[in-house]
């Protein structure tokens, strides 16, 4: 069950008519799935819309604060935010937070235990003030998590996150290159190239304390056929094999938004957590 509040609530409904006019002019509905990026050099979290078998970038948001130097987070109290591969699903999202609205980035994730990283409680969240977790501004916040809400309540099970110390150009990643945590950044670049190349989050696994990316796309996820084998003489091809082409996005219809709508007011008020934000 989707946790939901009056502050929740009323957050939905306050900005539920914006987005869904900001989205129907991109051709999305908002429950579309979601897959989010932050940059904490440039302070910036992304908000990205699959659409068909790709995302689009919605929106760019201007993080409020975050605390600690670009670099992951190792240790309770080091007061740094994390880096690194992270999902929500339905379980961590908090609409009684004592920082307005927050969702739980799950840190730390498998790579973080394999290095015996620690920490907890380490958020998206509003009220502009933060101790280890990504600070938003409520009004954000509220579009934020409504997005989010909205995806989970639509059928995505966990909603990727993908945290990063800056935009991993060339440049940025020369700039840096003297840095402690530049083989660790490398390996995150993987998995930002891997996106930036297919406007399609990889499936991220942890394999020998590295993070690993499944890129093989088969064809009805917009994938490529493998090389042709040459044919001999003696061989005649009996079959002719058609790709279908991926299906074109329909126009938002306005129904699914009172569906979203309708389930949230459905949803049980769950008991407050008054649990500070991570550090």
Same mark, same amino acid.
């Given at each position: 069950m989707i946790p939901s509040s009056d502050k929740s609530q009323k957050a939905y409904k306050r900005v539920a008519p914006t987005l869904i006019r900001a989205m129907q002019k991109k051709g999305a509905t908002l429950g579309d799935p979601v897959f989010i990026? /932050? =940059?904490?050099?440039?302070?910036i979290l992304e908000i990205w819309l699959r659409q068909g078998l790709t995302y689009i970038l919605f929106k760019s948001y201007s993080i409020c604060h975050h605390s600690g130097n670009i670099g992951p987070k190792i240790r309770e109290g080091d007061n740094q935010s994390p880096e690194g591969f992270y999902t929500v699903g339905v379980s961590q999202l908090?609409?009684?937070?004592?920082?307005?609205?927050?969702?739980?980035?799950? =840190?730390?994730?498998?790579? $973080?235990?394999?290095h015996k990283r620690t920490g907890s409680?380490?958020?998206?969240?509003?009220?502009?003030?933060?101790a280890g977790c990504f600070a938003m501004a409520d009004f954000r916040m509220d579009e934020i998590y409504a997005i989010m809400e909205s995806a989970l309540i639509s059928g995505q099970s966990q909603v990727p996150v993908h945290i990063f110390p800056f935009k991993m150009s060339k440049a940025n990643m020369a700039a840096h290159q003297d840095s402690q945590w530049i083989d660790f950044w490398k390996n995150l670049k993987e998995g930002y190239d891997y996106f930036e190349g297919h406007h399609?989050?990889? /499936?991220?696994?942890?394999? $020998?304390?590295r993070y690993k990316f499944i890129t093989f796309r088969p064809l009805l996820f917009g994938g490529t056929l493998p090389p042709p084998i040459p044919r001999l003489a003696s061989v005649t091809?009996?079959?002719?094999f058609k790709i279908q082409q991926p299906p074109v996005p329909s126009t938002t219809p306005p129904k699914r938004q009172r569906q979203v709508l309708a389930r949230i007011d459905r949803t049980t008020p769950s008991a407050p $957590?008054?649990?500070?934000?991570g550090d």
């Open positions: 990026r /932050i =940059f904490k050099q440039e302070k908090n609409p009684n937070s004592s920082y307005h609205l927050s969702v739980n980035l799950g =840190f730390p994730n498998e790579y $973080d235990r394999s409680l380490l958020m998206i969240h509003g009220r502009c003030s933060s399609s989050p990889p /499936i991220v696994v942890v394999q $020998d304390k091809m009996k079959k002719k $957590d008054l649990l500070g934000q």
